[in-house]
């Protein structure tokens, strides 16, 4: 009787005790095996390190899981109720972390497509300022006047992104006028010699200078050098400096808004101007 019990309710739970120790045991040095494996596919598809080691982090997880269900259920448990307990807290996580998860998938989508990287300097969601680190959830950016800024990805993904670093070079828009009195051709002459002296305007692509209109009182020029995307920042003010003292040293007048005032009474008419 005693061996007849032993085989019909004691072999058995030991036999399957085994089978869900061999099952769990198995499961983790298998995910011990296929995590470096999968770390190194992901590595091929050039994808950013931090989101490679997340998603590598997530696939171990979910994997230990599917094992943790295996073995119980080989120990006989009734593991529907645990998978919906599982699927319910997943659910509830996942209403209760909605901005987060918006920020996660955002920041996944960044890391893939990559709009920018770490030293770029960027316009977005009415920011602007050089990216720091970008992270899972929150990107980290500072301002021209140095001050830190912690964006959440979702900000930034969902609004359109400038960035002025992706390209070596970059074209300037300046606008200078002159007065009619003025050679049109002399003033450009000048434009092009200061250029020419100054190396960070690149000879390919080579400048343009437009005259733009003739207004009331003056002839706009729109002028287009182009400079490297480093050099940005102060070749804009150095150049119109440097075009202003060529136009000052050749008598080429910049002119500026003037007024007549015609005195009633006396009938004398005054000049007086100003600036707008």
């Known amino acids: 009787m005693e061996a007849g019990f032993f085989s019909l309710y004691v072999l058995p ?45 997530i696939a171990q997880a979910a994997f230990l899981l599917f094992i943790a269900i295996a073995a119980l259920s080989r120990l006989g448990l009734d593991t529907t109720s645990l998978v919906a ?15 987060s998860l918006s920020n996660f998938a955002a920041g996944v989508m960044i890391l893939i497509f990559r709009p920018f990287r770490a030293g770029d300097f960027i316009a977005t969601a009415g920011l602007m ?33 400038t960035n002025y670093s992706v390209r070596d ?44 209109q003739f207004g009331a009182s003056n002839i706009d020029f729109l002028i287009r050098p182009w400079v490297r995307s ?3 920042p102060l070749v804009k003010s150095d150049l119109q400096q440097q075009i202003k003292e060529a136009f000052d040293t050749h008598d080429i007048t910049i002119p500026f808004p003037q007024m007549l005032i015609t005195s009633a009474a006396s009938g004398d008419t005054k000049a007086t101007s100003g600036k707008s």
Do not use: C
Not at 43 to 48: E, G, P, S, Y
Not at 85 to 93: S, T
Not at 132 to 157: A, C, K, W
């Open 13 to 57: 739970w030991i036999i399957n005790i085994l089978l869900a120790g061999a099952i769990a045991v198995g499961g983790y040095y298998l995910s011990k095996i296929a995590m470096p494996w999968l770390t190194r596919l992901l590595q091929r598809t050039q994808l950013d390190n931090m989101l490679i080691g997340f998603a590598v982090s």
């Open 85 to 99: 307990l599982v699927a319910g807290a997943g659910i509830a996580v996942g209403l209760a972390l909605k901005d």
């Open 129 to 161: 300022g050089t990216v720091n680190e970008i992270g899972i959830f929150h990107t980290r950016m500072n301002t021209p006047d140095n001050i830190e800024m912690i964006v959440p990805n979702g900000q930034l993904y969902s609004a359109a992104i």
């Open 169 to 212: 070079t970059r074209r300037l828009d300046l606008k200078m006028s002159i007065g009619y009195a003025n050679d049109i051709a002399k003033a450009k002459e000048l434009i092009m010699q200061v250029f020419e002296k100054d190396d960070r305007v690149l000879k390919d692509p080579a400048a343009v200078i437009l005259v733009e």
């Open 230 to 232: 480093t050099d940005m």
